[in-house]
């Protein structure tokens, strides 16, 4: 197909503009807290005023929460295809650490640095080249493409992707593909799921050498977490599909994200995140407290744990409990076409098959799955994500695009 043939080569030829689009996306500082997307989104909308036929909505739920949703319409009614990523990034930390500055956005070695050049802003760039090439080919595809691109990620979303999903039906479609970091060599159709927890102890004060006076809040509070911890062994009953799946990716998945990612997408894990309690060793304490991060595999449900946390931890004298954040695990079916559309263009950019996998970390992705539109997240390989001298492999920027455009387009066409 000669369409495609032009645009798989105008993937290749447009490397300095895919370069030039993530710089200047890396050169807007976006950090989340606080939350304020006003000038990156400005900055988005900037380039995506170049692509041809777009029409932008500016979508501002708080003041400062500022997400785009840009559409560009093919040549006949069709199918919709969503780009999804999020604008805001990590803080940018302490700048002591990087040898290049963190807005920067420098070039070197065939590396591309910056807060947020891989979570998730080359990603971006990907989905809006990609965008913008096949705007520029329109006579050759129905239907219409949509990218989404959001504020409020790192505080799970909800004035986000969520808030699109919720207000505007534009925004939801026959497939998404999302750009959130991972790697080229894996198709993430799902993600874990999370509960997190805040528990509380009471204890009665006493003088730390009188302990028969007094009642130890830390105590019932370590007897609380031995309890959350027992989640971990709770039974998960998964669909085949995702569990053979995962069984599958192993011997490509675990390379890139780390020995034992099988066995956490397979099973509850709980992360005592923070404790504290007491004013001094002499005194008995009266108040203790923590909080953990309990991720949930595909085969278990968010309510299974409320349940089994009500039981056990109502046992225990003076100790209470409440959720501050709750979202059940996800996927979309692995043998679905959105999945198989990428798997295969990624084959073939590639020159290798990748992996099929859930995510251990959750995304924007969810959102989509939770109202029913069939997802999948491919993106770049995260070095130092967080840290000093983020950085993603210029290779790979490329190669993600190509895979985002030629997926884009497949699936829109419903090529053979």
């Known amino acids: 197909m000669r369409e495609r043939e032009a645009l798989a080569a105008a993937i ?6 895919l370069i030039d689009i993530t710089q ?26 170049a692509i041809p036929g777009v029409h932008v909505r ?3 739920p708080e003041p400062g929460v500022v997400s785009l949703l840009a559409r560009v319409r093919g040549r006949s009614p069709g199918r919709r295809l969503i780009f999804n990523g999020h604008l805001d990034t990590f803080p940018l930390g302490d700048a002591s650490g990087w040898t290049t500055p963190p807005l ?9 640095y910056g807060r947020g050049v891989s979570d998730m802003k080359g990603g971006l760039a990907c ?50 593909i999302c750009g959130d970091v991972g790697s080229p060599m894996v198709v993430r159709f799902g993600e874990k799921g999370l509960l997190w927890i805040e528990v509380e102890a009471r204890g009665t004060a006493a003088h730390g050498a009188h302990v028969h006076k007094g009642v130890n809040a830390i105590d019932r509070l370590r007897e609380a977490l031995d309890r959350v911890k027992d989640l971990e062994r709770l039974p998960v009953a998964a669909p085949t599909a995702v569990t053979r799946a995962i069984a599958a990716a192993a011997p490509i998945s675990e390379k890139i994200s780390g020995p034992g990612e099988t066995t956490t997408l397979s099973r509850v894990t709980v992360n005592i995140g ?25 085969g278990i449900t968010t309510s299974a744990l409320e349940a089994g946390l009500d039981a056990t931890l109502g046992r225990i004298p003076g ?20 999945v198989a559309r990428v798997r295969d263009a990624a084959t073939e950019v590639l020159g290798t098959a990748p992996a099929l996998n859930m995510r251990v970390g959750g995304s924007d992705s969810r959102w989509y799955r939770m109202h029913g539109v069939p997802t999948v997240v491919y993106g770049l390989t995260p070095f130092n ?12 920027l490329k190669a993600v695009a190509k895979v985002h455009a030629l997926a884009a387009f497949d699936f829109l066409t419903n090529r053979p």
């Open 12 to 17: 290749e030829a447009s490397l300095p503009r």
């Open 24 to 49: 200047r996306l890396v050169r807007v500082a976006s950090p989340n807290p606080p939350s304020d997307t006003t000038a990156i989104a400005a900055a988005a909308e900037g380039l995506l005023a």
């Open 58 to 60: 500016r979508v501002e």
């Open 104 to 112: 920067g956005g420098a070039l070197r070695d065939g590396r591309l």
């Open 127 to 176: 989905s809006m080249l990609a965008a913008a090439l096949l705007a520029e080919r329109v006579q050759a595809w129905p239907g219409e493409i949509v990218l989404t691109l959001a504020a409020d990620e790192e505080n799970m979303g909800s004035l986000g992707t969520g808030y699109l999903l919720d207000h505007f039906a534009e925004a939801k479609g026959d497939g998404n």
């Open 274 to 298: 923070t404790v504290n309690g007491g004013v001094a060793p002499n005194l008995v304490p009266v108040h203790a407290a923590a909080q953990a991060d309990i991720r949930l595999p595909v």
């Open 319 to 338: 100790v209470t409990w409440r959720i501050l954040r709750r979202f059940e695990p996800n996927f979309t079916d692995p043998d679905h076409e959105i």
């Open 385 to 396: 994500m967080g840290g000093p001298d983020e950085h993603i492999l210029v290779d790979e």
